[in-house]
C-alpha cells in the first residue's frame, strides 16, 4: 500500500469530498453565490415593500470595499505561506462577511414589514415560567456600577471580537475554520431572521417600562423597530444598520460560534471562552432581552455549528496555521507521516 502510494502522482490521489459544498467544481464560489441571492432577495422585498435605501456615509463604505478589495488584488496567485497571501485571504474573508452582515442587516429590518404581533407578553411568561427574577436581576445589575460597566463592555465587543477573529484565522491561513464560521454565521441567520419576522419582539426594557433607566445610545434602535414594524419608515441607511433582533438573541449565537471558531488556539480559546461567557450573561441586562432570547440563540449556535461541519466534511485546512507560536494551534498533523502531510499540503480547500 506504502509503495503504491509513494509512486503515484499525488496531485491525482482522489480526495474524498463529501458535502454538497464540497462536491461543487468551484466550492470558493459557492459564498458569493449564496451572498447573490440574498442580495436577490433584498432587492425583490425591497421593491415589494416600497422600502428605499440610502448611505449617508457612502464614502467611508466605499473606501473600506476599496481597501479590502486592495488586499485581495495584493493576494491574487501570491505563493502559499508568504504575506500577500495572508493579506489576500484576510481582504477576501473581509469583503464576504461584510457583504454578508449588510445583506442580512437589509432583512432584519425588512421582515418588520411583516407586520406580525409582538409576541413579548409571552416571552415574559416564559422567563417567569423558568423562575427569572428579571425586574430584580436589572436592579441589582443598576446598583453596582462596576459591575455594569464590566457587562456593558462585554456586550459591546461582540462586532470587534467579529473582526478579530477573522484577522487571526486569514493571517493564520485558517482557510476550513473561515468557512465554518461563515457557514454557521449565514445558517443562523437563515433561522433567526424568518424567526425574528414571524414572531417579532421590542424588548424586555420596554416590557418592564426600563427604558429611562438605560443610556440614550442603547435605545437607538427602537425608533427604527417601531418605525418598520407599523410602516412609518420607508427607508434603510446601508451605513448605519442598527440590531433589531430580539428573538432569538443574535448576541448569545455569535459569542458562541466565535469562541467555537477559536477553540484550536491554545492561548486565545480560553480568553474568548471568558469573554463569550460574560457577554452571554450581560445580554439581559445590557442588551435588554429575555432569558429566552438567550437560551434560544443558543440553541440556533449549536445547530448553526453542526449544519456548517455537516456542509464542510471532508475538507481539510491547508497551508501555514499561524504567524506566531502563542497562537498556533493544537494540530495532530504535526506528527503525521510524511505522505500524509503531502496529501495535506497539495489538498487546496475553498
Known amino acids: 500500500m506504502v509503495s503504491s502510494l509513494s509512486h503515484q502522482p499525488v496531485m491525482d490521489r482522489p480526495v474524498p469530498l463529501a458535502s454538497p459544498v464540497a462536491r461543487r467544481r468551484h466550492p470558493a464560489l459557492v459564498p458569493w453565490i449564496v451572498l447573490g441571492l440574498v442580495a436577490v432577495l433584498d432587492a425583490v422585498w425591497l421593491t415589494c415593500a416600497g422600502v428605499g435605501l440610502t448611505a449617508t456615509q457612502l464614502p467611508s463604505l466605499l473606501l473600506r470595499v476599496a481597501l479590502l478589495g486592495g488586499l485581495l488584488v495584493l493576494g491574487w496567485a501570491a505563493p502559499a505561506g508568504s504575506w500577500r497571501a495572508r493579506l489576500g485571504l484576510l481582504g477576501e474573508t473581509l469583503l464576504r462577511f461584510l457583504a454578508l452582515t449588510t445583506s442580512a442587516g437589509i432583512l432584519s429590518y425588512l421582515v418588520l414589514t411583516l407586520h406580525r404581533p409582538l409576541i413579548d407578553p409571552?416571552?415574559?411568561q416564559a422567563d417567569a415560567a423558568l423562575g427569572v427574577p428579571y425586574m430584580a436581576w436589572?436592579?441589582?445589575?443598576e446598583a453596582h456600577p462596576q459591575v455594569a460597566e464590566i457587562l456593558t463592555s462585554a456586550y459591546l465587543t461582540t462586532w470587534l471580537q467579529l473582526v478579530v477573529c477573522l484577522v487571526v484565522l486569514a493571517l493564520g491561513q485558517q482557510r476550513a475554520r473561515l468557512q465554518e464560521l461563515f457557514w454557521a454565521i449565514a445558517l443562523a441567520l437563515g433561522v433567526i431572521?424568518?424567526?425574528?419576522g414571524a414572531f417579532p419582539a421590542q424588548s424586555a426594557w420596554v416590557t418592564y417600562g426600563l427604558t429611562a433607566r438605560v443610556p440614550p445610545w442603547a435605545m437607538q434602535w427602537y425608533p427604527l423597530f417601531h418605525g418598520f414594524q407599523t410602516g412609518i419608515l420607508r427607508t434603510i441607511d446601508l451605513t448605519s444598520i442598527e440590531g433589531l433582533i430580539t428573538f432569538p438573541s443574535f448576541h448569545t449565537t455569535m459569542g458562541i460560534l466565535l469562541t467555537a471558531s477559536l477553540r484550536p488556539y491554545r492561548l486565545v480559546f480560553p480568553l474568548?471562552?471568558?469573554l463569550n461567557a460574560l457577554m452571554i450573561v450581560s445580554v439581559p441586562t445590557q442588551g435588554g432581552h429575555y432569558v429566552v432570547d438567550v437560551l434560544?440563540?443558543?440553541v440556533v449556535a449549536g445547530l448553526a455549528l453542526w449544519g456548517a461541519q455537516w456542509l464542510l466534511q471532508g475538507e481539510t485546512a491547508v497551508g501555514p496555521r499561524t504567524w506566531r507560536r502563542r497562537f498556533r494551534p493544537d494540530k495532530?498533523?504535526?506528527?503525521?507521516?510524511p505522505q500524509a502531510r503531502m496529501v495535506s499540503d497539495r489538498t487546496?480547500?475553498?
Open 122 to 124: 409571552l416571552l415574559a
Open 193 to 196: 431572521l424568518p424567526l425574528s
Open 272 to 274: 474568548a471562552l471568558a
Open 296 to 298: 434560544a440563540g443558543a
Open 348 to 350: 487546496v480547500s475553498p
Open 138 to 141: 436589572f436592579v441589582w445589575v
Open 332 to 337: 495532530a498533523s504535526a506528527t503525521a507521516s
